[in-house]
């Protein structure tokens, strides 16, 4: 990956729905890779949820 530097992580949350409050959690990943000045610059960030919705 050279320089590159990367980040990951899971998370869980309670969010509204058509339905009321349903559970969501998943994983995530932030890839950052040093710029023209030699500052870092997030050039991926990507998230997945695991869980399956629910049925409606």
Do not use: C, F, K
Not at 19 to 46: F, S
Request: without cysteine.
């Amino acid at each position: 990956m050279g320089d590159a530097i990367y980040q990951s992580g899971t998370y869980s949350m309670t969010v509204n729905g058509p339905n009321g409050e349903m559970p969501v959690a998943g994983d995530w990943l932030v890839l950052a890779e040093p710029g023209a000045d030699g500052n870092y610059v997030i050039t991926r960030h990507i998230y997945n949820i695991d869980m399956p919705q629910p049925a409606q």
